[in-house]
């Protein structure tokens, strides 16, 4: 866990690995709540019966449900003390780019690819998080995301 006191240290690590995080675990309980509270019931993703018998092998998690891994895997990562808070601003760019079998370990990697002041005085951070998949070359997802923080 990398720890920066304010903005204003980690706006000079612009372009800098600023960590990888633990990995974690995704489960079938996880998948199968992030279909209740999406209505996203496709059985790729809660069927293991069929999903065994598809193209995967096994049930895959959402690409939504690794997008919203973002905020604990970066959690693991850093932090900025001395800010007030801090907000999801959006996402650039998202890319799911490899399926997550049940029972898959995931960690991010996370990047600083810019910092920008906004109007309203707040650092806006743009990250980009490569999330891992344990023994695949290709990772899962690749998101630039977008968050501010405001001293």
Same mark, same amino acid.
């Given at each position: 866990?990398?720890?920066?006191?304010? $903005?204003?240290?980690?706006?000079?690590?612009?372009? *800098?690995?600023?960590?990888?995080?633990?990995?974690?675990? @995704?489960? %079938?309980?996880?998948?199968? %709540?992030?279909?209740?509270?999406?209505?996203?019931? %496709?059985?790729?993703? @809660? &069927?293991? *019966?069929?999903?065994? *018998?598809?193209?995967?092998?096994?049930?895959?998690?959402?690409?939504?449900?690794?997008?919203?891994?973002?905020? @604990?895997?970066? !959690?693991?990562?850093? #932090? $900025? &003390?001395?800010? #007030?808070?801090?907000?999801? +601003?959006?996402?650039?760019?998202?890319?799911?780019?490899?399926?997550?079998? $049940?029972?898959?370990? $995931? #960690?991010?990697?996370?990047?600083?690819?810019?910092? *920008?002041?906004?109007? &309203?005085?707040?650092? %806006?951070? !743009?990250?980009?998080?490569?999330?891992?998949?344990?023994?695949?070359?290709?990772?899962?997802? @690749?998101?630039?995301?977008?968050?501010?923080? +405001?001293?």
């Amino acid at each position: 866990m990398r720890v920066f006191n304010g $903005v204003d240290e980690i706006s000079g690590l612009v372009g *800098e690995h600023l960590g990888t995080s633990e990995w974690v675990t @995704v489960e %079938q309980a996880h998948i199968d %709540q992030f279909a209740e509270a999406t209505g996203d019931h %496709q059985w790729i993703h @809660v &069927d293991a *019966e069929r999903a065994a *018998e598809g193209p995967f092998g096994t049930t895959i998690a959402h690409g939504f449900l690794t997008l919203s891994l973002l905020p @604990v895997l970066v !959690a693991k990562t850093y #932090r $900025v &003390d001395g800010v #007030r808070m801090g907000i999801n +601003y959006g996402l650039n760019k998202v890319r799911f780019t490899s399926p997550v079998p $049940v029972g898959s370990k $995931v #960690r991010g990697n996370i990047v600083l690819a810019g910092v *920008e002041q906004t109007k &309203d005085g707040a650092a %806006q951070l !743009a990250l980009t998080v490569t999330v891992e998949l344990e023994g695949s070359e290709r990772p899962a997802l @690749v998101a630039e995301w977008l968050v501010r923080q +405001y001293s």
